[in-house]
């Protein structure tokens, strides 16, 4: 009798985005950790949901030792680098550790993530503003312990050239006391009041006139306003800061557990994104 | 103070206390170091105070010892040149000698 392929494929497979991404933590000195199998979980739901390929970069930031070395090793590590594994692939292999130290890093529990001092520390992801349409845009980031401190806006991952209308941003403001997501428009664009606990904050710009900003999977922010068509630049995002034109600025606090930058995701796509990291976290016991 | 009188390893809490203040010459030739020996994991790059000199976390110390992310480049470093030409400052006086962020959009 013949064996159905289904019965002869492991269970507890690894999805193989996890597995490249476990070889190449290992490549770059970490470890896994005890992150593996909710790294592949993760995968599963991203395919399960439609929207593995509106995800150009995405890093979880786990894997490793908390408070190591070879846990910042382990973290800078991106789990996607394109909209698909075997495509064109965008930005570093890792992402450039601005200044964190393996103190700044916890794999697991309520304080995991990475955490900046907000002043001399960021991340680089070498991804290009140009690789991809400012008005086919989204951007995320999971955290907790947002930075609402001083005068000046904290930026959760943007780039911003000063000279042009290219740039995106994803912040608290505390000017005006809200969550806010910049796409190529200096006006009309979706807030919220702040977040005071953690969540899955995700802006969304997919045309000219629309951008949604999500919380949680949930849209908490709209707007219509219709915004000029946006230039583009080779600055890359960062990471607790904005990259103006070259040079780190407005930088957060914030303790984040993930970040994304691809293209524009339907609410239906932003809710089973926002359960997929709440899913992950909650296996890391990020909550 | 200089860096010279601090007794290392020193602790991640003790470390953030503090910020290593350096020239601008300096920092280029760090920045050899670490292009030479050191990791795309941690790259510090120095943020300018209002005085001209140049700052960074005090806890870039914690990655210097064996094992750590910079070991490599403390290693290679003229550590005579290195105690004598770094300065510490409290941290809270360093950041309040930076200058305040551009207003963004």
């Not at chain 1, 950790?33 to 890093?59: E, M, Q």
């Not at chain 1, 190529?184 to 045309?207: A, D, E, I, K, Q």
Request: aromatic share 8%.
């Amino acid at each position: 009798m013949a064996m159905s392929p289904r019965t002869l494929r492991p269970r507890n497979a690894l999805h193989p985005e996890a597995a490249s991404w476990a070889a190449r933590v290992v490549a770059n000195g970490g470890t896994v950790g005890t992150s593996l199998p909710a790294v592949s979980a993760f995968c599963r739901a991203i395919d399960a949901a439609g929207i593995r390929s509106k995800i150009w970069r995405l890093n979880l930031l786990c894997g490793g030792t908390s408070g190591t070395s070879v846990g910042i090793s382990s973290c800078l590590v991106p789990l996607y680098r394109g909209p698909t594994s075997t495509g064109p692939q965008y930005g570093g292999l890792t992402d450039a550790g601005g200044a964190f130290v393996g103190s700044d890093y916890n794999e697991t529990g309520s304080s995991g993530g990475l955490k900046s001092n907000g002043t001399t520390k960021h991340l680089d992801t070498e991804f290009a503003q140009s690789n991809i349409s400012l008005i086919n845009l989204h951007l995320s980031v999971s955290f907790s312990q947002m930075d609402t401190s001083g005068t000046a806006e904290r930026v959760l991952i943007g780039h911003y050239n000063a000279s042009q209308s290219d740039f995106a941003v994803l912040r608290s403001a505390v000017s005006t006391g809200n969550m806010e997501f910049f796409a190529s428009s200096f006006s009309g664009n979706p807030s919220t009041s702040y977040l005071s606990s953690s969540s899955h904050l995700m802006g969304v710009r997919s045309s000219l006139t629309s951008a949604v900003l999500y919380s949680a999977g949930v849209s908490v922010g709209t707007s219509s306003a219709t915004v000029g068509t946006p230039a583009t630049s080779s600055f890359s995002y960062f990471v607790f800061a904005r990259n103006n034109a070259g040079t780190a600025d407005t930088r957060t606090s914030a303790r984040i557990r993930m970040y994304s930058i691809g293209q524009a995701i339907d609410s239906t796509g932003a809710a089973a994104f926002a359960n997929a990291v709440a899913a992950f976290n909650t296996a890391m016991g990020r909550t | 103070m200089k860096l010279s009188e601090l007794t290392l390893p020193i602790s991640y809490s003790d470390s953030c206390g503090i910020a290593l203040v350096f020239t601008s010459q300096l920092a280029a030739r760090l920045a050899e170091l670490h292009g030479l020996y050191g990791t795309k994991n941690c790259v510090p790059v120095p943020r300018v105070m209002s005085d001209g000199r140049l700052m960074l976390c005090g806890d870039i110390l914690t990655e210097v010892m064996p094992g750590g992310l910079l070991a490599a480049m403390w290693d290679a470093a003229d550590k005579k040149v290195l105690g004598e030409s770094v300065g510490v400052m409290p941290w809270a006086e360093a950041v309040a000698m930076l200058p305040p962020d551009r207003q963004p959009v």
